[in-house]
């Protein structure tokens, strides 16, 4: 065969030179041009792009607010997911007991999320031993190694697992909330790992011998994990300071005694197990809440499981009933009445402020600045791979219209109180529809009819699913 027929043709579809040369000669920069040239050439897109009208209709104010104290910070991590999941339970805790701030140690979660990612993963590798490195499978077990990102399930099946505990307890380290070089090194080591497992099977050994091989791994993790987080406590002693609110007006004047607490709002030192600890001061049974989720491309009341999305071995996949947005924001609004807050997840690339704390549909009128038309739908999202969900925070408010309708959404956000407005986000209805994805709620709030598809067996949708990514 010639060499010449091994070459590839010329598409039809080329950009040919009298194309582009159509191009060229076909535009002529107009004096509108110009002006938004020399704008977007000197300035930021974003600051010239935010639609002043929207602004111009917050102010601010809610009709039901969660209370609570404090804003995390999950720092240069991924962990939205589990912050969120937390501070879905600290109002409660802070409310309950009184206490003038209080914050769970997320470090501690941490710990246990990568250990037992490192087994999923290793058990990914034993499970699909003789599967070709081109399969699509292995590429998302592969490629999802040890990211910090996860769902609601996740948070919940490590504190059913593992318990909860303070901040205190387990503070923050430099690479619990710097993770990129930390998650670098771990995912080195389990590739590592990894090889020797399939070396050994290529070998001819059993499942016991690799299973043995991934037990000795995981004491190298374990280590690599004490010496980078901390190692986790089994039991510990706490106390908490109450606020002045609850103070004892029975007090006193001490003035003159040789002797005084240091500080009479201070509770008993206890002592306590994880376990022991989430039961005492948080209690909710994490398996009645439920997953509703807003998938454009799919069929509504129908319940779905997306594969591979689970960080503790024999625990189920991440599972959900698909709703319209009208009646997620309807049993959120419930669940908020209740006083609960909820853990959400969205995607977080389109239309958030975050020097002013908002997200509103077209916060930014790009089509104006560049007379363009960029209107997608969120079902065409999904279908283009560009819908994405990639961050999860807490419901805190709500505030109704004079017919009693959702107009907008207070947020707890975990990125520091000099993001948004002190930490927290007004999310506008519009928003909601377009780019809120999922709520996690308890299942009383929940219309009998929606919790009766939980009932049927669930369409599992690929690892790979668009839209459907861990956070």
């Known amino acids: ?238 106390r908490y300071k109450r606020s002045k609110s609850n103070q004892d007006a029975s007090s006193g004047d001490t003035k003159g005694e040789a002797c005084v607490a240091d500080d009479q709002n201070l509770t008993t030192l206890e002592h306590y197990t994880p376990q022991s600890f989430y039961k005492k001061y948080v209690g909710l049974p994490l398996s009645e809440y439920v997953c509703l989720y807003h998938d454009a491309k799919n069929e509504l009341n129908k319940h779905y499981s997306l594969g591979r999305t689970q960080n503790i071995v024999g625990k189920g996949d991440m599972h959900y009933v698909n709703v319209a947005p009208s009646s997620m924001k309807k049993i959120a609004a419930a669940s908020i009445f209740a006083n609960e807050p909820l853990w959400f997840a969205v995607d977080m690339k389109f239309d958030h402020s975050m020097q002013h704390g908002i997200m509103e549909h077209q916060l930014y009128d790009y089509e104006a600045l560049f007379e363009l038309d960029l209107a997608v739908s969120k079902e065409d999202r999904i279908r283009f791979h560009s819908g994405i969900v990639g961050h999860a925070m807490a419901l805190m408010g709500v505030d109704l219209d004079k017919n009693g309708e959702p107009r907008k959404w207070l947020v707890e956000n975990s990125w520091g109180e000099d993001k948004g407005d002190k930490g927290a986000w007004t999310l506008h209805n519009d928003w909601f529809d377009e780019h809120v994805y999922t709520i996690i709620v308890h299942k009383r709030h929940v219309p009998a009819e929606t919790l009766a598809c939980f009932e049927d067996a669930p369409r599992e949708l690929p690892a790979w699913y668009p839209s459907m990514r861990s956070m």
């Open 1 to 238: 065969m010639p060499h010449s027929q091994l070459l590839p043709s010329v598409a039809s579809g080329n950009l040919t030179s009298g194309f582009l040369t159509e191009l060229r000669e076909g535009y002529t920069m107009d004096a509108s041009d110009q002006a938004c040239h020399n704008a977007v050439t000197n300035n930021a897109i974003n600051s010239l792009a935010l639609n002043r009208n929207v602004m111009r209709g917050d102010d601010g104010h809610f009709s039901h607010r969660i209370k609570s104290k404090g804003i995390m910070n999950q720092q240069q991590s991924g962990r939205c997911w589990m912050f969120a999941a937390l501070n879905v339970m600290r109002p409660q805790v802070i409310r309950d007991y009184g206490m003038e701030g209080f914050q769970f140690s997320t470090v501690y979660l941490q710990f246990w999320d990568k250990l037992e990612k490192a087994n999923v993963y290793l058990e990914s590798i034993i499970e699909l031993r003789d599967t070709d490195f081109l399969d699509r499978d292995w590429e998302m077990v592969n490629k999802m190694t040890l990211e910090d990102g996860g769902w609601w399930n996740f948070a919940a099946s490590l504190v059913e697992k593992y318990g909860v505990i303070p901040v205190s307890v387990m503070p923050e380290t430099y690479s619990s909330e710097h993770t990129a070089t930390f998650n670098h090194i771990l995912e080195r080591l389990l590739t590592v790992w990894a090889s020797r497992i399939l070396e050994k099977h290529e070998q001819g050994c059993d499942e016991d011998s690799l299973r043995e091989e991934k037990n000795t791994a995981l004491k190298d993790v374990y280590r690599f994990l004490v010496i980078n987080l901390g190692e986790p406590p089994t039991d510990f002693e706490w």
